[in-house]
C-alpha cells in the first residue's frame, strides 16, 4: 500500500481550528494549561511532542504535572492520556488515572479529559470508556493525531463530547508543530505501523500497515535539527529495517541502510555526532545495513535487535520469521563487522506452548550471546491477535518461575558486561542530574550505557546537551559510575 500524505486543504483545516482555540484561550483572564501523561514507547514519546507543539500553539501553557505551579493543588484545565496498549498493565494504569478524574470533573466541570493513542484504537476499549468514564470529552486514535485541533474544538467551543476514530490506514502528516523535551536530543519518525503480524503484537492492528515517509522530508528534519544543535537523533519505526518498500515513486524507494548513509552524509561536520535507531527486526537486517554502521562513526556502537525466544518452535508460533540459528549467524556477522558494539535485546517468557525445554533454549541463548541489556516481559495476551486465542496458555507459576530464572541470569550478564567497563574512559553525553543522586550528573554511552558520574565545579545547566570524558570507577546490573576527565568547550 502506498504512503498518502494528508492534503494541503486538510492542513489549512486544522490550522484554522488552531487559531480559533488559541482566539477563545487568549480571551481568558488566564492563560490556560495543560498537562500530556505518555504511556509506552518513544513512539507515543514523540507524538506527545506534537501534541505538545499543538497545544502550545493554541495558547497552551504545558506543565508536568495536571496540579502544577500555580493551580495550587488545583487542577489544569485539559490533561491528555497518551496511551499504550502493548501489554495489560498499561492499560489497567490508564484506567486508574483516568478513574481518579472523576472527582476533578465534579470539582472543576470546565476540565477536559482526553485521550488517545494506541488504546482508542480497540474498539472493546473505546466502548469501555465511553460507558464506564463519563469524564472523558475527547477520543481519538494514533491515525489522526493531527487532528487534535479540530476535536478540541468541539469539545470546548460547542461543549460537546467528542469520539473521533479512523478505520483506514492513517495519513503521514508531515509539518506538525513539535515542542520537543530536549534541545540536544531528538526523535525522527521515519515510518509508521507494522506488516509483520507477530501473533503476540497488537501494534499491526492500532497503529496500522507500514507507511514510511519521504526522504526528502525526513532529511530536511534532520538537517533542521542539526542547524538548531541537536548532538544526538534516533530515527524511529515499528520496523525500521523495512523502511521505503511500501512509497509508491519508484525514485522515493530505497532502502534503510541508503537512507542512513544519507543521514550521515547530510549531517557531517555539524553538531549531530551520534545517529541511532530502534527498532531492527531480525529477518530484514541487512549486510548493507550493517556496512553502513561500521562505516560511519556517527552511527552508535549499539543495536537493539528483538530476539523474543530462543526456541524455533516458539519463534515459529510468534510468526517471527527466523530460527534461533539464522539469529545467532547475524549476531555473529555483526561483532565480526563492529567489534565491541553494544546489543540489547527484548524476551518473552510463557508465550502459549512454551515448554520447559523452550525456555532452556532461550537461557542457552541468553548465555551464548551475552546481550549487554534484555527487556524482559512475561507474555501479555492482547484482545484480537492470534496468541491471545491460542488453548495452549502457560500456567502463571511456570511463565512466573522462568521470568525470575530469565531476569537473575541476565543481570548477572548485565552486571559482568558493566564491570568489564571499570577501569577505562568512555564518552559521555550528559543529560543532567542524576535521578538517584542529585550530586551527580547522568548520561549515555555511545553504546547507550547509562553513566553516572561527578564533575567538579561544573553546573549541571551548563553540562546539559555537552560531551564528557568520564572515567568508570564502579559498575552496578544497569548503570556505570564514575568521574569526569574533561569536557568539550562549556
Keep these: 500500500m502506498a504512503t498518502r500524505i494528508v492534503s494541503q486543504e486538510e492542513r489549512e483545516k486544522q490550522n484554522y481550528y488552531m487559531q480559533c482555540v488559541r482566539d477563545f484561550n487568549s480571551g481568558r483572564a488566564v492563560r490556560p494549561a495543560a498537562c500530556i501523561k505518555t504511556f509506552g514507547c518513544q513512539m507515543n514519546e514523540h507524538d506527545s511532542e506534537k501534541l505538545a507543539g499543538m497545544l502550545e500553539r493554541m495558547g497552551y501553557e504545558l506543565v508536568p504535572d495536571e496540579t502544577a505551579g500555580k493551580y495550587e493543588g488545583r487542577f489544569c484545565d485539559l490533561i491528555l492520556f497518551n496511551t499504550c496498549c502493548i501489554r ?109 503480524f507477530c501473533t503476540y503484537c497488537i501494534v499491526p492492528y492500532v497503529r496500522g ?52 548513509s544519507a543521514v550521515c552524509e547530510r549531517t557531517a561536520g555539524s553538531s549531530l555526532r551520534r545517529i541511532r535507531f530502534m527498532t531492527s527486526h531480525p529477518k530484514d537486517l541487512s549486510e548493507e545495513l550493517i556496512e553502513v554502521m561500521a562505516k560511519y562513526p556517527s552511527v552508535c556502537n549499539q543495536l537493539h535487535l528483538p530476539v523474543q525466544s530462543g526456541s524455533t518452535e516458539i519463534l515459529r508460533r510468534m510468526n517471527r520469521r527466523y530460527t534461533r540459528e539464522q539469529y545467532i549467524s547475524l549476531v555473529e556477522k555483526i561483532r565480526d563487522r563492529i567489534p565491541g558494539i553494544t546489543l540489547s535485546t527484548d524476551l518473552i517468557t510463557g508465550f502459549p506452548g512454551e515448554t520447559e525445554e523452550d525456555f532452556r533454549e532461550t537461557l542457552e541463548l541468553v548465555r551464548m550471546l551475552r546481550f549487554d541489556m534484555a527487556y524482559t516481559f512475561i507474555y501479555s495476551p492482547r484482545v484480537g491477535t492470534p496468541a491471545a486465542a491460542d488453548p495452549d496458555q502457560v500456567a502463571e507459576e511456570l511463565v512466573k518461575d522462568r521470568f525470575s ?16 567497563c571499570t577501569g577505562k574512559t568512555f564518552e559521555v553525553l550528559c543529560e543532567g542530574v542524576s535521578r538517584t543522586n542529585p550530586a551527580r550528573l547522568t548520561g549515555r554511552t555511545e553504546g547507550n550505557k547509562i553513566v553516572n558520574f561527578t564533575a567538579d565545579g561544573i553546573c549541571a545547566a551548563d553540562a546539559e546537551g555537552k560531551f564528557a570524558k568520564v572515567y568508570i570507577d564502579a559498575a552496578q546490573t544497569w548503570s556505570l559510575e564514575g568521574r569526569a576527565l574533561e569536557w568539550e568547550e562549556l
Design 88 to 196: 495489560e498493565n498499561a492499560e489497567e494504569k490508564v484506567f486508574g488515572h483516568i478513574g481518579a478524574l472523576k472527582g476533578a470533573k465534579r470539582e472543576k466541570p470546565e476540565l477536559l479529559t482526553a485521550v488517545c493513542g494506541c488504546m482508542t484504537e480497540q474498539p472493546h476499549v473505546v466502548e469501555e470508556i465511553k460507558r464506564k468514564y463519563q469524564n472523558v470529552d475527547i477520543i481519538f486514535g494514533t491515525h489522526n493525531l493531527h487532528r487534535l485541533p479540530e476535536f478540541l474544538y468541539g469539545a470546548l467551543i460547542d461543549g460537546r463530547r467528542v469520539c473521533e476514530l479512523s478505520h483506514t490506514e492513517g495519513e503521514v502528516a508531515e509539518g506538525l508543530p513539535v515542542k520537543r523535551a530536549s534541545a540536544w536530543k531528538a526523535w525522527v519518525t521515519i515510518m509508521y505501523g507494522c506488516n509483520n
Design 209 to 260: 500497515r507500514e507507511r514510511s515517509r519521504r526522504r526528502s522530508n525526513i532529511l530536511q528534519e534532520i538537517e533542521e535539527l542539526a542547524a538548531g544543535g541537536v548532538r544526538e537523533i534516533t530515527l524511529l519505526g515499528q520496523n525500521v529495517n523495512s523502511y521505503g518498500r511500501d512509497l509508491e515513486e519508484p525514485e522515493q524507494r530505497e532502502s534503510f541502510a541508503a537512507l542512513l
Design 405 to 420: 530464572r530469565l531476569l537473575e541470569l541476565q543481570n548477572a550478564i548485565s552486571r559482568e558486561k558493566n564491570e568489564a
